[in-house]
Protein backbone atom coordinates (compact mmCIF):
# COMPACT_ATOMS: atom_id res chain seq x y z
CA UNK A 1 0.00 0.00 0.00
CA UNK A 2 0.89 3.30 -0.44
CA UNK A 3 1.91 5.17 2.08
CA UNK A 4 0.11 8.31 4.23
CA UNK A 5 1.00 12.17 3.50
CA UNK A 6 1.22 13.54 6.76
CA UNK A 7 1.49 17.22 7.74
CA UNK A 8 0.92 18.74 11.29
CA UNK A 9 0.59 22.66 11.23
CA UNK A 10 -0.28 24.92 14.42
CA UNK A 11 -1.62 28.47 14.39
CA UNK A 12 1.79 29.71 13.43
CA UNK A 13 3.50 26.94 11.82
CA UNK A 14 4.28 23.75 10.31
CA UNK A 15 4.97 20.94 13.26
CA UNK A 16 6.17 17.99 10.93
CA UNK A 17 5.33 16.68 7.96
CA UNK A 18 6.55 13.08 5.96
CA UNK A 19 5.24 9.56 5.11
CA UNK A 20 3.90 7.09 7.66
CA UNK A 21 2.41 3.99 7.77
CA UNK A 22 -0.14 4.73 10.88
CA UNK A 23 -1.34 7.84 12.42
CA UNK A 24 -2.84 7.79 15.60
CA UNK A 25 -4.80 11.11 17.14
CA UNK A 26 -7.39 11.50 19.91
CA UNK A 27 -10.74 13.42 18.62
CA UNK A 28 -13.93 14.67 20.69
CA UNK A 29 -15.47 10.97 19.79
CA UNK A 30 -12.81 9.14 20.85
CA UNK A 31 -9.24 7.82 19.40
CA UNK A 32 -8.71 6.92 15.68
CA UNK A 33 -6.52 5.34 14.19
CA UNK A 34 -5.77 6.00 10.03
CA UNK A 35 -4.10 3.42 7.66
CA UNK A 36 -3.87 3.76 4.10
CA UNK A 37 -7.01 3.78 2.06
CA UNK A 38 -9.02 4.74 4.66
CA UNK A 39 -11.98 6.39 4.19
CA UNK A 40 -12.52 10.17 3.91
CA UNK A 41 -12.72 11.48 7.48
CA UNK A 42 -13.57 14.84 8.88
CA UNK A 43 -12.54 14.95 12.95
CA UNK A 44 -12.52 17.43 15.60
CA UNK A 45 -8.97 16.89 17.59
CA UNK A 46 -9.00 16.63 21.59
CA UNK A 47 -6.58 17.76 23.64
CA UNK A 48 -3.61 15.25 23.87
CA UNK A 49 -1.18 12.89 21.91
CA UNK A 50 -0.66 12.55 17.88
CA UNK A 51 1.09 9.34 17.56
CA UNK A 52 3.02 8.81 14.02
CA UNK A 53 4.60 6.01 12.94
CA UNK A 54 6.90 6.73 10.04
CA UNK A 55 7.51 4.65 6.66
CA UNK A 56 10.74 4.20 8.09
CA UNK A 57 9.51 2.49 11.84
CA UNK A 58 10.53 5.96 13.87
CA UNK A 59 7.35 6.91 16.15
CA UNK A 60 7.42 10.77 16.12
CA UNK A 61 4.70 11.76 19.12
CA UNK A 62 3.10 15.20 18.69
CA UNK A 63 0.86 17.25 21.38
CA UNK A 64 -1.76 19.13 20.07
CA UNK A 65 -4.60 21.28 20.97
CA UNK A 66 -7.72 22.74 19.83
CA UNK A 67 -7.94 21.92 16.25
CA UNK A 68 -9.36 19.44 13.11
CA UNK A 69 -7.88 16.46 11.47
CA UNK A 70 -8.61 15.84 7.66
CA UNK A 71 -8.12 12.23 5.93
CA UNK A 72 -8.64 12.41 2.08
CA UNK A 73 -6.96 10.15 -0.77
CA UNK A 74 -4.13 8.65 2.00
CA UNK A 75 -3.63 12.75 2.72
CA UNK A 76 -3.77 13.20 7.02
CA UNK A 77 -3.96 16.67 7.90
CA UNK A 78 -3.72 17.67 11.55
CA UNK A 79 -4.24 21.06 12.37
CA UNK A 80 -4.38 22.31 15.90
CA UNK A 81 -4.11 25.83 17.57
CA UNK A 82 -1.08 24.73 19.51
CA UNK A 83 1.09 21.77 18.30
CA UNK A 84 4.59 20.68 19.05
CA UNK A 85 6.69 17.62 19.07
CA UNK A 86 7.57 15.82 21.88
Do not use: C, Y
Request: aromatic letters at 2%; a negative charge; zero cysteines.
Amino acid sequence: MAPLDVTVVSATAEVWSGEAEMVVARTTEGEIGILAGHEPTLGVLAAGEVRITTTSGEKVTASADDGFLSVDNDQVTIVAGMAEIQ
